[in-house]
């Protein structure tokens, strides 16, 4: 059982690791839009003088890589939280037996 220091540091851990790709993954989501549509990213895709095409591509182009590189974070940082303790970060859940897949 992990104990009060032990989430706390995996608090600050897994928050860091996973804000740092947050941020990362949304710069490289702004890049990659600008690339493919040759315009920059609708500021707030909301407003209504936005475009719903424009404000659905962005939606789902930012979406998809911010939970991705965040998800990539929180597994490499898990990954090294595993290698430094010798288990898992409080409140993860070994994956189960039948159907484990590298972490």
């Known amino acids: 059982m992990a104990g009060p220091a032990s989430k706390m540091g995996w608090k600050v851990v897994g928050g860091a690791a996973t804000a740092l790709a947050g941020t990362a993954a949304s710069r490289g989501a702004s890049v990659a839009y ?3 549509r040759k315009a920059d990213p609708p500021k707030n895709p909301a407003d ?3 475009a719903w095409s424009e404000a ?3 939606a789902a182009v930012s979406g998809l890589a911010v939970g991705l ?3 990539a974070a929180e597994r490499t940082a898990a990954r090294g939280w595993v290698r430094a ?5 409080p409140g993860m859940r070994p994956a189960s037996t039948s159907s484990k897949t590298d972490v």
């Open 69 to 71: 590189g965040r998800l």
């Open 56 to 58: 659905i591509v962005w």
């Open 48 to 50: 209504p003088e936005t």
């Open 85 to 89: 303790t010798g288990s898992l970060p």
């Open 34 to 36: 600008r690339r493919v």
